[in-house]
């Protein structure tokens, strides 16, 4: 009997520990936010994305399984700069979950760590999906991705101080490899320089700000408004049917291939997929392998084969 | 920066004599010491290299950080702090409609089922519906508060009505939360919902017959949501009881509570459900229904049921371009009392009535939307004693069937037209609706 009890209480404290010790649980808004935290915490965080890398981060439903995961969530991660306006505000306000609220510890607007782009005088709902506070797209700068990474290292160490090492060595871990690979990406885009690209959403600002390239044209005729036959009819005017006007158009995933293949077809400019964050494609598998495969996907359209 | 000078000039020394050496005679000495020059040297070097690497990547830092500081000197950090940079979100719904019956819908009723409330169809030509202004904002870091205040017309004069004005906490532990004030009551799916997000003109029958289109009253709600890995959320309202299906503010002022359960999930990103089941207890004392001039008096208990479910597709969870809604409610209700007749004559009431309605919605492509619904209600048949009152019933359950299609050109303006074929009444109707709804200023999120 006493061996049986000894036994149960060695399994309790087996357990407890364990239960004590629980995983940080990270909330992501998208993707890119939900890997950043796995390559910072590693074994220490288990790190859920609300939406789906082929899933249009503006356009998302307040789902009833994502009010239960913020409920449960100790860390909430999004772009911000009213990028999940649509749906994150509902999600919280139903979530009943105080330590992840805007202002609280538990929620990093990732955006508000790096230098935005695009931030208008005004805004007027004419004039499309405006962000008051600038292009929330950022993580397309893997610039971006470092200072979104120090803070959240420095976040998760605040919520959970029994691991504050663990996650500043994981921080300075992940930095270390990133700025190596940002230096070879760099040294590879050096040929990109210049190149005269046309987005369908203004979604690639900040990768145009990174690798300079110059941004012509969009397919929307306004931000979040889709491309109209009128709008891509002037942009067939105005970027001529020899391919001279622009090397490159690109879109997303999740945005429809019509219009921008149908300027391919008319104008000779090569339309290419770029994923967008982490998923999107079989070879953007994380955080490295997303860039590798924007790079990648660039050079194939620039050159008419894989680099 | 002081580091790299001072060593440069012994960098220079070093360098020329390493030179005059070199011109000297070739001996073993001197190879071994132009030896150790060249290792000092290179030594030398690679610490300058260093270094100065080091300075670069201290002085792109600052660049970089000066430029993060211009970015964030955004117009709301410079702005000198005033008394409306704290005030609260303001949005206002603009929404209109124009109806043409083939009966005069001031006529309007549906035998069994006198209504109540806000219940009934809209005007016949054009006219205005609720002009909505809503107010939100953090009260401090504790409370949260919304006010909403529809602008109506009825018989030609505007009315400043009351829709919402609660205030929520924000801070409680455990996954609870509390509502206090005036707020659509958690019953049901639709009951919750914003006239401008219903995705008909109108609402189904059951509401309008067990609702008065929606139930909305004072008081208190409790939320409670399970810390489960699938949606599990419980809550209970104590209301006064002010307004139909209770009334009268009967128990002292506390005269209707509900209890409700909510569950959903997902299937993959692209679909996700939601059903939910409550329970309304009303007391209603001297409760108003049917004809406004003659109106029927009721007081006693209202048991309510609801079930409700909602189904909704999206390719890999993209609603923009494409999805489908499902959604149906049934609800069963007891009512047991005494009904009063406009003549006064008063008679005991224990019956019950059921209704449900199904829908869908289809957005093929983008701005579209196409829709069908249908509506059906049955009741107990009474006693002989109300036969020819409103509470008698017909011999075929009332029933409507209605189609819509609607085109938004952005999230905040929806342009729709909508057909009924409602033999809901003792003569067939049909009816055709059209309506606008726009918004300004913020939107609030909307629920799933």
């Known amino acids: ?307 | 920066m002081n580091i790299r000078l001072r060593h440069l000039p012994l960098a220079c020394v070093l360098l020329f004599c390493s030179q005059v050496f070199a011109q000297g005679e070739q001996s073993a000495e001197l190879d071994a010491l132009r030896e150790e020059i060249r290792s000092m040297r290179t030594e030398y070097e690679a610490r300058i290299a260093d270094l100065e690497a080091r300075l670069d990547a201290a002085e792109s830092q600052d660049a970089a950080e000066s430029r993060d500081e211009a970015a964030y000197r955004s117009p709301e950090t410079v702005s000198v702090a005033s008394d409306n940079s704290f005030n609260p979100a303001i949005g206002v719904t603009f929404q209109g409609q124009a109806w043409a019956y083939d009966n005069d819908p001031e006529d309007y009723s549906i035998p069994g089922f006198p209504l109540g409330g806000e219940a009934g169809p809209a005007p016949e030509g054009l006219s205005l519906a609720e002009t909505e202004i809503t107010m939100s904002a953090n009260v401090d870091d504790k409370f949260t508060a919304m006010l909403t205040v529809p602008i109506v017309i009825e018989e030609g004069e505007v009315v400043v009505e009351l829709e919402e004005a609660w205030v929520e906490t924000l801070s409680l532990p455990g996954g609870l939360a509390i509502r206090m004030g005036r707020f659509f009551s958690d019953i049901g799916y639709l009951n919750d919902k914003h006239f401008h997000s219903w995705d008909f003109a109108d609402q189904p029958l059951v509401y309008q017959a067990f609702l008065g289109s929606q139930y909305i009253d004072d008081g208190l709600q409790f939320r409670w949501l399970a810390p489960t890995d699938f949606y599990l959320q419980f809550s209970g309202e104590v209301l006064r009881g002010d307004r139909y299906p209770a009334g009268g503010a009967a128990n002292s002022g506390v005269g209707s509570t509900t209890l409700g359960v909510n569950t959903g999930g997902d299937i993959g990103f692209s679909h996700s459900w939601l059903a939910g089941f409550s329970w309304l207890r009303a007391d209603a004392d001297g409760r108003e229904s049917g004809s406004e001039d003659d109106p029927l008096l009721f007081t006693g208990d209202t048991d309510l049921f609801i079930a409700d479910f909602v189904w909704k597709w999206a390719p890999n969870g993209n609603s923009r371009q494409k999805n489908f809604k499902f959604q149906a409610e049934y609800m069963w209700r007891n009512e047991k009392g005494d009904y009063t007749l406009p003549d006064g004559t008063p008679g005991p009431w224990d019956y019950g009535q059921s209704g449900w309605y199904a829908q869908a919605i289809y957005q093929p492509f983008l701005r579209w939307r196409f829709g069908a619904r249908i509506d059906h209600l049955s009741a107990d048949t009474p006693g002989m004693m109300w036969e020819g009152t409103p509470l008698y019933p017909s011999d075929d359950d009332p029933a409507r069937f209605s189609l819509m299609v609607d085109w938004s050109n952005s999230e905040f303006s929806r342009l729709r037209f909508q057909y009924n074929h409602d033999r809901a009444s003792d003569f067939t109707d049909n009816q055709f609706g059209l309506q606008y709804i726009f918004s300004i200023g913020a939107h609030g999120a909307h629920a799933f």
């Open chain 1, 1 to 307: 009997m006493k061996k049986i009890l000894n036994t149960y209480l060695l399994l309790l404290l087996l357990v407890l520990p364990v239960a004590a010790n629980a995983e940080l649980r990270v909330f992501a808004c998208e993707p890119e936010w939900s890997a950043l935290a796995e390559e910072i915490g590693g074994g220490l965080v288990k790190a859920t994305s609300a939406t789906s890398a082929l899933q249009d981060p503006h356009y998302v439903e307040a789902r009833p399984s994502l009010i239960s995961k913020v409920r449960k969530a100790d860390l909430v991660v999004c772009s911000g700069a009213q990028l999940e306006i649509g749906w994150l505000p509902m999600l919280l306000s139903k979530a009943n979950n105080p330590q992840v609220l805007p202002g609280k510890d538990g929620f990093l607007e990732a955006s508000s760590f790096v230098p935005r782009l695009d931030v208008p005088d005004n805004v007027d709902r004419a004039q499309g999906d405006m962000h008051p506070q600038g292009n929330p797209h950022i993580q397309m700068n893997p610039h971006n991705i470092s200072r979104v990474a120090r803070a959240m290292g420095e976040r998760m160490a605040l919520i959970d101080p029994g691991n504050a090492a663990a996650y500043a060595s994981g921080t300075e871990d992940f930095l270390v490899r990133w700025k190596l690979a940002i230096e070879a990406w760099e040294e590879r885009a050096q040929g990109l320089v210049g190149k005269r690209v046309v987005c369908h959403h203004k979604s690639w600002i900040y990768l145009e700000d990174w690798l300079r390239l110059e941004e012509v044209a969009t397919l929307e005729p306004v931000p979040g408004i889709p491309p109209t036959a009128t709008h891509l009819s002037a942009l067939l005017k105005e970027l001529g049917t020899n391919g001279n006007g622009a090397d490159v158009i690109i879109r997303a995933p999740f945005q429809s291939a019509k219009a921008s293949e149908w300027l391919e077809e008319r104008t000779g400019i090569p339309a290419v997929m770029l994923p967008l964050t982490v998923g999107a494609t079989e070879q953007a598998n994380s955080l490295f392998g997303l860039f590798d495969d924007v790079l990648n996907r660039l050079f194939e359209a620039h050159t008419g084969e894989k680099s």
